[in-house]
């Protein structure tokens, strides 16, 4: 019965973990979706450079973000720099 025990908490544990770890990825996702929301002006996907402005760090890394270097930056391109509506 003790084996069981410590079985099912095991398992919680890492239940619970991998909620929470679904819920900053979550979290992340949407701060990336609503900096677009917000920067979008012309609703078109994209962020242009006069887009950016609206975002000083955005505006500041725009060519380090924009990796297939169109002049405009991608919600995917702006999910892999990591910045935030923040």
Known sequence: MANFSKMMKIAL???LVQGI???LISTAANAQE???ATLDD???GLISLRE???HKTLLE???KIDANEDGYISLDELDASEISKG
């Open 13 to 15: 544990s890492i239940m």
């Open 21 to 23: 770890l679904a819920i």
């Open 34 to 36: 609503s900096l677009m």
């Open 42 to 44: 012309d609703q078109d």
């Open 52 to 54: 950016a402005v609206g």
């Open 61 to 63: 890394n725009f060519n």
